[in-house]
């Protein structure tokens, strides 16, 4: 089992950045393909970006792409996610989760992750 600490979050105006680090507890970080999540008031958690193992393939959602970057330094146990030109609909708790098992190492997944963080709160002010 992993155990995942987000940090990172906080207020900003619209069009600044924020970086979003999660830290891992397992030196085994490297066998987990990692994802950020976000979930808005009274909306469903839906994927902002993956990872893979390597940190060779990325995925990110559509309202996203070319904002955010995600990323992972394996030797430190901790992924990130740059996020620049953010709007106040980028607003809402952003949680990364892990995904552990037998894949390929350039493996990148949008659903089925095992752990979760305690999620921290990012807000766009407009």
């Known amino acids: 089992q992993v155990q995942l600490v987000e940090s990172g979050g906080g207020l900003v105006q619209a069009g600044g950045s924020l970086r979003l680090s999660c830290a891992a507890s397992k030196r085994t970080f490297s066998y987990y393909a990692m994802g950020w999540f976000r979930q808005a008031p009274g909306k469903e958690r839906d994927l902002v970006a993956a990872?893979?193992?390597?940190?060779?393939?990325?995925y990110y959602a559509d309202s996203v792409k070319g904002r955010f970057t995600i990323s992972r330094d394996n030797a430190k146990n901790t992924a990130f996610l740059q996020m620049n030109s953010l709007k106040p609909e980028d607003t809402a708790v952003y949680y990364c989760?892990?995904?552990?098992?037998?894949?390929?190492?350039?493996?990148?997944?949008?659903?089925?992750?095992?752990?979760w963080g305690q999620g921290t709160q990012v807000t766009v002010s407009s």
């Open positions: 990872i893979s193992r390597s940190g060779g393939r990325t």
């Open positions: 989760a892990a995904k552990g098992g037998g894949y390929p190492s350039d493996s990148y997944f949008t659903t089925g992750y095992d752990y």
